[in-house]
């Protein structure tokens, strides 16, 4: 071997120890995810077909049923002040991690639209909730919420969507669609940033001190990125949302609420929305951004139950 393929070979390997090392520097999930890690974890847990889902109950057992969806990464406490008031006001509140989230398992499957209908249809099923529901969702949750709808016209009462992120990504960027690359960049460069990143959900982030934190509890547990790097992969938020046809059509209530302040999925995508659903009960909320529920929590609390009131 010559002096210079020893000298190629040599930083090769270099590369290769630095990156390995980055890698494993760099990596949250430094944790397993199980019966013991979910001992003293809020909410309840129930094995499906997938994995173990980790869910909340809320409001008397006999209340009108409302399932609520989480958006692309954070927990089912993004939800939590409207499961309160919905429970206050005699609702049945159902939320949910979805698989890779929260406390519930990071099953290595596609995790597009046709597994995520899968966990819920499980999850109601298990929970011996049969007739028609009422759905809300937040961000991807309102494409997921929209997809139950459309798949199941059958089993939904109304819609809700808050600042649903229909067609919010057409493709996932090149590096993150390589096989091995993807997870690399995802681990190295997403990850470091992903927790603060939530912040840019708010109008006034200041005023939700703990919200990182508490996102980064999720973080700790193996296959947390593999997951989200999947759900941008998949068809999720590629989906346009004059593309549920069936659901445009049906005679499901449907109400409407974005944030002006919202640039995540910014307020002036509500117009592609309302052209798909044209019957939507539309309200847009000052004061707020990505996440009215929260930064404007009376307003759209109060819209929600005279919502779900009007149409019995």
Known sequence: MSKRSIVLATSLVALVAIGAGFYVARDPET???????????PGKFVRLSDGVTGYDLAGPDTGRVIVLFSGATVPYYIWDSTSYALGANGFRVIRYDYYGRGFSDRPKLRYDLAAYDRQ??????????????????????????????????????SLVL???????HTRAPFPLQIPG???????????????????DDFLHPERYPDWVS?????????????????????????????SFTAL????????LVWGKADHTVPFGRSDTVRAAFPRAEFHAI?????????EQASVFDSLLVSFLRAHK
């Open 286 to 294: 000052d004061g707020a951004a990505h996440l009215p529920q929260i």
């Open 31 to 41: 944790k397993t995810l199980d019966a013991s890690a979910r001992t003293g974890a």
């Open 248 to 255: 445009a059509s049906s005679r499901i209530p449907i109400l």
């Open 162 to 168: 808050v600042d649903p992120a229909f067609g919010n």
């Open 120 to 157: 819920l249809s499980e999850l109601l099923d298990t929970l011996g909730v049969r007739g028609p529901i009422d759905v809300a969702g937040v961000s991807m949750g309102g494409v997921i919420a929209a997809n139950f709808a459309d798949r199941h016209p059958d089993r939904v009462r």
């Open 214 to 242: 508490r996102y980064e509890v999720q973080m700790q547990y193996k296959g947390f990125l593999r997951s989200i790097l999947d759900t941008r992969r998949g068809d999720v938020m590629k989906r346009p949302a004059d």
């Open 181 to 199: 690359v993807g997870e690399y960049v995802m681990t190295t460069l997403g990850a470091p940033t992903m927790a603060k990143s939530q912040l």
